[in-house]
């Protein structure tokens, strides 16, 4: 794995040291966290941004993740990093776990930026991947082995992370499925079903309170939410179904991580997306921002989306680790 720069070292000493919350024993792999749903919604909904970054999966490369938000001049360069994107919202599309094995100090850095973005007048946003939602249904599970045995390393259990009584785990129970930020919806695989934001909301609620909780198909079903690929590919075609889709919710655009690899787009004059690319398809309707940038992956050096809105037209562009950008919509 690449060295994390000096000024990232005090993050991984954060994820080593961190606190418990809640019950200081390990459980069973049993949820026991209760989430505050007031302070923690569903869906973040947030209303007359300005500049948004968005940020796909990171896949536990803490290296990739802090360059690229230096890069889009989020956070400083000096340690210990602090927010310095002003009144920007950044939005991190899930998966921040699992694969590499350094996603703790990724966890860290996040958990310390939220606050700070705040007083900034901005906002940090992760929602939920796949892999957070497996590892909090079944945190003994091969698929996420890797995460388990950085939580290990770093002296913390992953049953009782899983379980919500450690400040990583309760974070990580706190994650919304969504964010729609004015006209633009952000999920990890971005399927919204033809449902609308609120009833999303509500769904995700009962899910997590409900009997399965995080292992219901909602959430990690193959066609869920967080799982499903390529599910604009319809027989209606897929202007179609995106546009039921943005009605619904209401959006004008969905942006989605989850699939860093080759896809096929039938019907729209850009063709296909290469693996690893950062696309906009769909004359803007469709922004996929997952570009296997973790080392475990490698599919590309990494890129993040940037929007940017102005008084009378709003442009995406991409942004990659050293600093230069390429335009994507419209």
């Known amino acids: 794995m690449r060295r994390l720069v000096s000024w990232l070292s005090t993050l991984a000493a954060l994820a080593a040291s961190a606190c418990t919350h809640g019950a200081s024993s390990p459980g069973d792999g049993g949820v026991t966290y209760k989430r505050d749903w007031a302070a923690h919604p569903a869906v973040v909904t947030l209303a007359a941004a300005k500049d948004i970054v968005a940020l796909g999966d990171v896949h ?29 919202i950044l939005v991190v599309t899930g998966d921040v776990i699992d694969k590499g094995s350094a996603a703790l100090p990724v966890i860290e850095l996040l958990r310390a930026l939220e606050p700070e973005a705040r007083a900034a007048g901005g906002r940090v946003i992760v929602t939920l991947g796949n892999h957070e939602a497996e590892f909090l249904a079944a945190p003994s599970d091969a698929k996420t082995a890797v995460f388990q045995a950085e939580l290990r390393a770093a002296g913390l259990d992953p049953l009782a992370v899983a379980a919500g009584q450690t400040e990583p785990g309760a974070w990580l129970h706190d994650l919304p499925v969504a964010a ?45 939410l967080l799982e499903a690929n390529g599910w604009w590919q319809q027989p209606t075609g897929a202007v179609a179904t995106l546009d039921a889709y943005l009605a619904a919710l209401p959006a004008k655009h969905i942006v989605l991580g989850h699939d860093p690899g080759a896809l096929d787009f039938v019907d729209d004059p850009h063709g296909a997306r290469a693996r690893g690319e950062l696309a906009a398809r769909y004359d803007g309707r469709l922004f996929l921002i997952d570009v296997g940038m973790s080392y475990a992956v490698g599919y590309s050096p990494g890129a993040l989306l940037r929007i940017t809105r102005g008084t009378t037209t709003t442009t995406a562009s991409a942004l990659f680790l050293d600093g230069t950008t390429a335009p994507l919509w419209p």
């Open 60 to 88: 536990g490369d803490a290296d990739v993740a802090f360059h690229l938000l230096a890069a889009a001049g989020l956070i400083t360069t000096t340690a210990p990093a602090r927010w310095s994107g002003g009144a920007t």
């Open 180 to 224: 729609l930020v004015d006209d633009w919806f952000f999920c990890h695989a971005g399927d919204s079903d033809g449902r609308t934001a609120t009833s999303i909301a509500k769904k995700f609620t009962a899910v997590v309170d409900g009997t399965f909780g995080y292992a219901d198909d909602y959430l990690v079903g193959d066609g869920s």
